[in-house]
């Protein structure tokens, strides 16, 4: 369940903490598994409060999402401590400034984005200036090392290591590559398999395909908006 205001303003950290915690627990009493997810990509939904994109201080954006975050985990741990609660962003980078700024310890996990040009590649490099000054990733760019310098990262700053979850994956059919070319039907359909297989291999529990369907979201579903099922299915 990802539990965010439809407005993209900055909400009170409390008056969304109270409707996670109705959320947490409609979600219990209906028997069903959940996580929740606070906030989706909240740089795009919260950015218009002022800083950086990426979290880099000052960005009070990032600021208030954390307020919202800790005042979310007390009420629903209290209420009941195994619910897993995740704190989200899409790029690699934020999650840093997250913990820079005083992200709960006790959160159970990130969830992340990890939209790349292929499965085995993260969309940044060793030297993207705008992850300065952390590395993100080893100089070869991969997947797997991005994942492993942020499990490091939260071992430093949080003394322990939240599950990585990956809430959306997935890439648009016929969207440009970086080198001019289209994504092909054929090709989306094996890069999910090797998604998958890439991400339970390195130790991520859950990965979420987007999308079911196109829906409004242009061509990245399984199934297009006239019922056709496309390869990847």
């Keep these: 369940a990802k539990v965010y205001p439809e407005s993209r ?5 409390e008056p969304f903490a109270r409707y996670a915690l109705h ?3 409609l979600m219990r009493a209906s028997g069903g598994r959940f996580v929740l997810e606070i906030g989706n990509e909240p740089h795009n939904w919260l950015g218009s409060m002022g800083g950086n994109w990426q979290g880099k201080p000052p ?13 979310t985990v007390k009420p629903v741990k209290a209420f009941d401590p195994n619910i897993k609660l995740l704190s989200d962003d899409d790029m690699w980078i934020v999650h840093y400034w997250f913990m820079e700024g005083g992200l709960p310890p006790d959160i159970d996990g990130f969830a992340i984005h990890p939209y790349a040009a292929r499965p085995e590649r993260a969309a940044v490099n060793h030297d993207t200036d705008w992850t300065r000054p952390f590395q993100v990733v080893d100089e070869n760019g991969s997947f797997a090392s991005a994942l492993r310098r942020l499990r490091e990262q939260a071992r430093k700053k949080l003394g322990r290591e939240p599950e990585i979850w990956i809430t959306e994956w997935g890439w648009e059919h016929g969207g440009k590559k970086p080198d001019g070319s289209r994504f092909s039907e054929d090709e989306i359909a094996a890069y999910l398999v090797r998604a998958y297989v890439l991400a339970a291999a390195n130790g991520v529990p859950h990965t979420c395909w987007f ?5 409004v979201d242009g061509p990245m579903g399984l199934i297009d908006n006239q019922g ?6």
């Design 228 to 233: 056709r099922i496309r390869r990847a299915y």
């Design 23 to 25: 959320v947490a627990k």
């Design 9 to 13: 303003l900055g909400v009170p950290a």
């Design 59 to 71: 960005s009070p954006w990032l600021d208030h999402y954390l307020s919202m975050v800790r005042s």
């Design 211 to 215: 999308s079911a369907q196109d829906s």
